[in-house]
């Protein structure tokens, strides 16, 4: 077999990005877009936040956020108590119709929800079983010294990215930010979804004591994904400052 | 170079028995799923019900002490005598003006004696009373107490027939909805005739609503008027979810 011209090798010593950390990570990029629009759009059908195990229209809010037509809506008629003490909790009924396209919505929520938790466990499994996270996620104990942590940070607060190489040898703070979304981010999002199954807790009641109960499962939902919105914008301004097309090619061809 | 390819081959082959156990799964899926797989949105709601179904098994869900109930606010239909135009809409105001005592739930299809319930003859079954959180698709959730007559005691007094697979349910608001048998003979899937001890309130659902706790909250119908056990998956046409957008299975 003659040696292609067209194959590139790589300088000495640089990895290259495997072929099923590629596949994952685009996999991954589509259910994040995707979980993302649909989150949105389920949040704005209710955009009050609380704490607890129950929260609506008719008690207090954690947080308002101000994302949509149904922010600070009260059409509601007179409440009516439930018992016979006063203060106590009360019904009402909605004499609106609100935006809601959770049909569509929370569909897609799900079937991307998949997308991300099925690719997502192969890729754990296969990142463990061969070391990928040990030889290029983790950081290094002797890269934890507080001089090369404080010239990380240095850098990066300067804006002075170092080019790409175009394989799996990442810097510091890159490792410290992709470990965390991995490890803690990523379950954390999963989690606290499941925590907003009744069908699931029904199962693993244990979810939300864990998280103090589905109010509050919902609203640590919500702030994990605006972390993780906050490192897709990082991940993507350091990809475009480091060499994009280089990166791009490094993630898609694997050069 | 070598190791590179070896790597590749063996992913190759990962996704190749990734792809070959999904078939295999999705040739199944027409023996326990319900064919709502209409796009690939309601595909997604299928395996997921199919994934809750193989995984999760039969369990209560978490029942509250009487200091945790909540306001609750009424959404959707809350009067339909007054938002149906129609001869369903004139039978409920009817009804309502005789305390109900001319309502009756009506159990046929798949069952041996079918027959229609009055209001106190369902209050004849053993209650259950349980505090349950109503999860709204919506994103809210409210506690409340429910006392009803479980669903399985209503479904064994008419007995249904071993062909039995789902139970479709429908409205005096005219909306048709169907759960499966697993959740039509769970413990806690009662025929609610109360709310926090009185008489469940005109808006919440009077005289009889439905209580599915594993399934959010619009499965749990408001104004039941017919139940009909069925051997196959009925989408219920326009008056049911599927055909109007929305998932069938919502154990989420």
């Not at chain 1, 103090?212 to 994990?224: E, L, N, V």
Request: net charge positive.
């Amino acid at each position: 077999m003659t040696d292609r011209p067209t194959e590139r090798i790589p300088a000495k010593g640089a990895e290259r990005h495997a072929a099923w950390v590629r596949i994952s990570h685009w996999i991954v990029t589509a259910s994040v877009f995707a979980l993302v629009f649909s989150g949105f759009e389920i949040l704005m059908v209710h955009p009050r936040l609380y704490w607890g195990n129950a929260g609506n229209d008719l008690t207090p809010a954690l947080l308002e956020l101000p994302i949509s037509r149904n922010y600070k809506h009260r059409g509601y008629d007179q409440p009516r108590p439930f018992f016979a003490s006063s203060g106590g909790p009360v019904s009402a009924s909605r004499t609106y119709d609100i935006f809601n396209q959770n049909g569509w919505g929370r569909s897609l929520h799900f079937l991307s929800a998949w997308l991300l938790v099925l690719p997502g466990a192969v890729y754990l499994l296969v990142g463990l079983l061969r070391g990928h996270f040990r030889s290029h996620l983790w950081p290094r104990m002797k890269e934890l010294s507080p001089g090369l942590v404080r010239r990380e940070l240095v850098d990066h607060l300067r804006f002075r990215i170092p080019p790409a190489r175009g394989g799996p040898r990442y810097g510091l703070l890159q490792k410290s930010a992709y470990t965390f979304v991995v490890f803690v981010a990523a379950p954390l999002m999963i989690l606290t979804g499941l925590t907003m199954s009744p069908a699931v807790t029904s199962a693993v009641p244990f979810l939300l004591r864990l998280f103090g109960g589905y109010q509050s499962a919902r609203t640590i939902h919500f702030f994990t994904s605006v972390v993780v919105v906050l490192f897709v914008i990082a991940h993507v301004v350091m990809v475009a400052r480091s060499g994009f097309r280089r990166q791009i090619r490094a993630m898609t061809v694997g050069e | 170079m070598k190791k590179e390819r070896l790597i590749t081959r063996r992913g190759a082959i990962v996704a190749g028995v990734a792809a070959v156990g999904g078939f295999v799964v999705a040739r199944r899926f027409p023996k326990i799923l319900p064919p709502t797989c209409g796009n690939v949105l309601r595909a997604g709601d299928s395996f997921t019900y199919g994934a809750q179904r193989a995984l999760l098994g039969q369990s209560l869900v978490r029942e509250y002490a009487a200091s945790d109930v909540t306001s609750f606010p009424a959404t959707g239909t809350t009067d339909p005598g007054v938002k149906m135009k129609s001869e369903l809409g004139e039978a409920y105001r009817r009804m309502q003006a005789g305390a109900f005592a001319e309502w009756r739930l009506s159990v046929e299809g798949s069952v041996a004696r079918p027959r229609a319930f009055s209001l106190a003859e369902l209050k004849q079954f053993s209650p259950r009373t349980q505090i349950t959180r109503h999860t709204c698709e919506e994103g809210w959730t409210a506690i409340a107490q429910w006392t009803g007559v479980p669903l399985s005691a209503v479904l064994d007094a008419v007995g249904i027939l071993p062909t039995a697979r789902f139970v479709v349910y429908s409205a005096y608001d005219d909306w048709i909805d169907s759960i499966d048998l697993l959740d039509a003979l769970h413990p806690q899937t009662i025929l609610a005739y109360g709310m926090n001890g009185r008489d469940l309130p005109l808006a919440h659902g009077a005289p009889v609503r439905l209580r599915v706790e594993r399934q959010m909250g619009y499965k749990s119908m408001k104004y039941l008027r017919r139940l009909v056990v069925t051997d196959r998956f009925e989408d219920g046409g326009e008056k049911g979810n599927i055909q109007t957008g929305w998932a069938w299975y919502t154990g989420i």
